[in-house]
């Protein structure tokens, strides 16, 4: 991995960010030793530099859903890159449930979340077609994988801290979550039941991560009050994750690796992201 430009301030507070994503300025200054309004200058020249991007991403084990399945096959690299471009948009046109797509010269592979196995089948024999149809798919070379949440746990979920503690030689202070990641407890399923307007405002939290509650409920015509007392009870009900992930290329790294491992039937299954 090369070495980036970023300061020893701005890796430190890039690598605060990343760990401490719900802190405000004043309570990360506090956690990594920098001066708040110093913080504050960082964290707004590295995102509009593009080094993170901030997301809230629905647990959908909490929303109805029963699976998260991995998908991953090798391609034929002379495909010609219009038909590789125009597979991705009908990708993301056609199957909402996939919400990571990753795609080289000879593979392609996706993440989704699916309410049950028999919907999860019906989505990935869509897409498996869709590869089919435009000559991509190698004979064989098709594999999908499925995590049910309730005999799963999942570890790491879009957390890069520690990979880039470790990259740049700094350890911050643990989190508390952190004492939990290895209690090995199986995940869970609930459905959280939601009113039609707390739908269209969890829509809005998740679509629009980087606005404040006030600028949300213009947004989505929502009062204010309302924004910032429902997205309480989602925190309360972890119904989503508030991450920022870092732009991984500009920090100097150069490859992702999808790595399968297969465990035996009884054992848990796992699955870091």
Known sequence: MSKTSLSDNETRTLLGLGKYPTLTDRQLSERIGIQMSTVTAIKTRLKDLGYFISVRVPNRQYLGAEIMSVTYAHTDPAVPEKTQVEVGRQLFEDFDELFYIGAGPRYRFSMSMHRNYSSACVVLDGVFDLYSSNGFLIPGEAHVVHFPF?????????????????????????????????DGEFGAIRTAKLSRIERKVLRGLVQNPDLLDSNISKRIDVTRQSVTKMRKRFEDLDLF?????????????????????????????????
């Open 150 to 182: 309730d005999r799963s746990k999942i570890y790491n979920f879009f957390d890069y801290s520690s990979l880039l503690e470790k990259a740049f030689g700094i350890k911050l202070p643990p989190r508390e979550s952190d004492r939990h990641i290895h």
């Open 241 to 273: 994750n508030a991450l920022r992930v870092p732009n991984l290329e500009m920090l100097g790294f150069g490859v992702l690796a999808l790595v399968h491992t297969q465990y035996r039937p009884t054992s848990t299954c796992l699955l870091y992201t």
